[in-house]
């Protein structure tokens, strides 16, 4: 069973990886079904992360970290949506252009905070989201089995992890069971169809932008109070672009968005695990080597095993209203 025990291990931490993967996932999802393309993700989960930091710090509550990181990824989300949605501007301009004001805000304000080149100190416990341990964890854990699933799977998460996975279910459901999935999906379709009907695309838009805001930054709370404990520029490492390479992955489906950043999140325990392996002919593996081969395997997962993705139609074309 040791087998066993070192897969849980494994996928236990491939699982932690993989939640902030999972918000911004599900938040570019919520916005590009509406017709928005949003590749601010990355730039999003920094802020997120650095606003969550500073406001856990100055407050020493968790909770205050996590309304202040909500708040602000909102607010760019919606300086996102003016310029997609009333000014018609180029969606990956403006994506990028907030991907790059993210990257060096957050360094320059953190350093001029707390001068030790953008990063915040250490936070303190109350500060931070902890495990969550479940009833009967240490007898359960002796179970075979079903003991290591319970004990490292189950229990011991934060709360923002579960969230992260009641998400997804909530995400399928609102997109496929409402009324307001249905328009929203529309909307990314055939936003002139939904005009006609009489109903506003615009409010349609800006409430997925909302949405997309919200997910996004509990991925740089998650990074951040629940992780780390502390903020560090960069430190969101490309993920809101492995969010967006998993959504094209998942054709923009909620289910597969799960399986293929928990896939993600898993190969990237994987890469972290080879670290220090000999192999033969190379020795020791690069960290290097070890760095870059989560992306080096999107890549090879995008090219090799997705196939035809067909976005919404709409995705990215401002919506002109007809007179």
């Known amino acids: 069973m040791e087998w066993f025990d070192a897969f849980i291990v494994v996928f236990a931490s491939g699982m932690r990886l993989a939640i902030p993967l999972i918000l911004a996932c599900v938040a570019g999802l919520w916005s590009e079904r ?15 992360a650095f606003a969550s930091a500073a406001g856990a710090f100055f407050s020493g509550s968790a909770w205050v970290g996590l309304a202040v990181g909500v708040a ?19 969606q990956i301009v403006s994506g990028t252009a907030i991907n790059m004001v ?7 304000l953190g350093n001029a905070i707390w001068q030790q080149g953008g990063r915040t100190p250490q936070l303190p416990p109350e500060a931070q989201f902890r495990a969550i341990a479940w009833p009967f964890e240490p007898e359960i854990a002796r179970i075979p089995i079903l ?29 496929y069971r409402t009324r307001f999935g249905l328009r929203l999906r529309a909307v990314g379709e055939n936003p002139a169809a939904v005009d006609t009907a009489g109903i506003s695309v615009r409010a349609l838009r800006y409430s997925a932008v909302v949405i997309c805001g919200v997910l996004v930054g509990l991925a740089g709370v998650y990074l951040a ?13 490309g993920r809101g672009f ?9 054709k923009w489906r909620p289910w597969p968005a799960l399986a293929t950043c928990l896939l993600f999140g898993f190969l990237d325990a994987v890469a972290i695990r080879m670290q ?17 081969l989560p992306y080096v395997l999107t890549v090879v997962l995008l090219a090799g095993f997705i196939g035809k993705a067909i976005p919404p139609r709409a995705s990215g074309i401002p919506y002109v209203k007809e007179r």
């Open 225 to 237: 109070l629940a992780q780390t404990g502390y903020f560090q520029p960069h430190m969101s490492a």
């Open 102 to 108: 993210a990257d060096g805000l957050t360094a320059l």
């Open 147 to 175: 003991g290591p699933i319970y004990d490292r799977l189950i229990s011991g998460n934060d709360i923002i992890t579960y969230v992260a996975f009641l998400i997804v279910p909530l995400t399928w459901w609102a997109l």
């Open 276 to 292: 220090g392996m000999e192999l033969p002919v190379i020795g020791p593996v690069p960290v290097q080597a070890i760095e870059a």
């Open 34 to 48: 509406s017709g928005v393309v949003d590749i601010g993700l990355e730039g999003k989960i920094l802020v997120g």
């Open 242 to 250: 492995i969010a967006l390479a998993a959504l094209v992955f998942a």
């Open 72 to 90: 602000a990824t909102v607010l760019f989300s919606l300086i996102h949506g003016y310029a997609s949605i009333d000014q018609r501007a180029n």
